[in-house]
């Protein structure tokens, strides 16, 4: 028979026994979890993990559209002095093209103009010196939306315009300072599965001057997850992430100090071998810094896949070790106006410059 008084001190030492056997499973747990490898993120405090992302979505039906309003995070003053605001944007196809309006096929038509308004409505909203879009169709569409933007109050002057592959589908830069030089990548093509292919959308590559410092631009739209009968999606998208690459290293080669803004629609997160082969080697002096900027309520998402009901990060600006000192990532931000919606499936990335 076991005496009460003793059973007290047996349970005492069982929890105590047991207490530190979780305590060291936890820390076990722990030690097995981490890693050396390239951080989440490039400053303090990571973002929430990043959902697959999702094909284009060309022919879903257009979203709804509504009014643009202020943020509730409002736009931060321009930079003071010698600094510049850029906005990374994927505008969602401002071209001709079969689409759905309120449910219905329209063949050849434009992208409607109540979308139109709603994203020159957000860039009016935000300010930016230097604009990086997505999915434009011909030069004319892009001259389009600088006519709209003006009109708004918005004057960028200067224009550079490319493409690849695509016929459809093109990046344009727009800016209220000089662009003082254009390029061109050496390679633009790359041997997949015995075939040859060329990079989707090219590889936008413009030099802006802005209060006597230069910004070199490369901007791409890669790969979507859409799948095509040719090849693996994934793997042209790898590829041309290579060619990207590949771009950004000849020209630190030649310049280790050259104040590259790296951008755009990657279609990948950020664990993926697309991203990483982007951004590099994270102790090489040619790795690229992943602005992590989130939204007014802390989410860090860009995209939303409506068909899927799925948010990710998938749009991105990237900045050679150069410039990250002049990136504010305090007040950079991802802009989140209601109503955003109504202008694009993506969300707009601004990255202030000091």
């Given at each position: 028979m076991v005496r009460r008084h003793h059973i007290q001190p047996m349970l005492l030492h069982s929890r105590r026994l047991a207490a530190g056997c979780l305590a060291a499973f936890s820390l076990l747990?722990?030690?097995?979890?981490?890693?050396?490898?390239?951080?989440?993120?490039?400053t303090p405090g990571s973002g929430p993990a990043a959902i697959d992302e999702v094909p284009e979505t060309a022919?879903?039906?257009?979203?709804?559209?509504?009014?643009v309003t202020p943020s509730a995070k409002p736009p931060t003053a321009k930079p003071a002095g010698n600094g510049m605001r850029f906005v990374a944007y994927n505008v969602l196809n401002w071209l001709t093209m079969d689409r759905y309006i309120d449910r219905e096929l329209h063949r050849s038509t434009p992208k409607p103009v109540k979308d139109k308004a709603a994203v020159i409505a957000l860039m009016k909203a935000h300010s930016p010196d230097v604009l990086g879009l997505c999915e434009i169709g011909t030069a004319a569409d892009l001259e389009e939306i600088r006519e709209q933007l003006k009109a708004a109050g918005l004057n960028f002057p200067h224009s550079h315009y490319t493409g690849g592959s695509d016929s459809v589908r093109r990046l344009g830069l727009l800016s209220r300072f000089p662009i003082t030089a254009t390029s061109k990548p050496a390679r633009t093509e790359f041997q997949l599965n015995g075939r040859m292919f060329g990079i989707n959308r090219g590889i936008l590559d413009a030099t802006v001057t802005a209060h006597g410092k230069s910004y070199r631009f490369l901007g791409v739209h890669l790969k979507s997850k859409r799948p095509v009968p040719d090849a693996d999606e994934e793997q042209i998208r790898v590829h041309e992430a290579r060619l990207l690459r590949r771009h950004v290293d000849s020209i630190l080669a030649g310049d280790p100090n050259a104040r590259l803004i790296v951008y755009g629609?990657?279609?990948?997160?950020?664990?993926?071998?697309?991203?990483?082969?982007?951004?590099?080697?994270y102790n090489s002096p040619g790795y690229l810094t992943a602005l992590p900027a989130k939204d007014s309520k802390g989410h860090a998402w860009t995209h939303h896949w409506v068909p899927h009901d799925i948010y990710s990060r998938i749009d991105f600006i990237t900045v050679s070790q150069a410039l990250r000192s002049e990136l504010d990532f305090q007040n950079s931000y991802i802009i989140d106006d209601p109503g955003w919606d109504a202008a694009s499936d993506h969300r707009p990335i601004l990255a202030i410059f000091r």
């Open positions: 747990l722990a030690a097995c979890d981490s890693s050396t490898e390239t951080p989440d993120w490039d022919a879903a039906p257009d979203l709804k559209a509504s009014a629609d990657f279609n990948d997160t950020r664990p993926t071998p697309t991203v990483k082969t982007i951004t590099g080697s």
